[in-house]
């Protein structure tokens, strides 16, 4: 069982930029694929981008497209995902998670969730 644990949340203003990693316990990191997902309070869990197992494709929810970044170190156990040009609307608790695939949003039956992070932008 893949146990991850997310780190880099906090309080940021709008336009700021924040870098949260989702680091893995064993060392079978490398044959997931990796998703993130954020849920703001009263709303429902939103895809947010994901890396293969290989790290050559990764896809991005709209929304999020040209501002984040997902990538993976494949050494070190650990997934990011770069957020620049923060909005307010950007405010969730985000998630990592672990499974075969996370093409197009769609989770898999096999799959590991991490803790979450809040990230809140505000000014």
């Known amino acids: 069982q893949v146990q991850l644990l997310e780190s880099g949340g906090g309080l940021v203003h709008p336009g700021a930029s924040l870098r949260l990693s989702c680091t893995a316990s064993?060392?079978?990191?490398?044959?997931?694929?990796y998703g993130w997902f954020r849920q703001a309070p009263g709303k429902e869990r939103e895809f947010v981008g994901a890396?293969?197992?290989?790290?050559?494709?990764?896809e991005y929810t709209e929304s999020v497209r040209g501002r984040f970044t997902i990538s993976r170190d494949n050494v070190k156990n650990t997934v990011y995902l770069q957020m620049s040009s923060l909005r307010p609307e950007d405010t969730a608790v985000y998630s990592c998670?672990?499974?075969?695939?996370?093409?197009?949003?769609?989770?898999?039956?096999?799959?590991?969730w991490g803790q979450g992070t809040q990230v809140t932008v505000s000014s």
């Open positions: 998670a672990a499974g075969p695939s996370f093409r197009g949003g769609i989770l898999p039956r096999e799959i590991y």
């Open positions: 064993e060392g079978t990191f490398s044959s997931y694929a």
């Open positions: 890396i293969s197992w290989s790290g050559a494709n990764i």
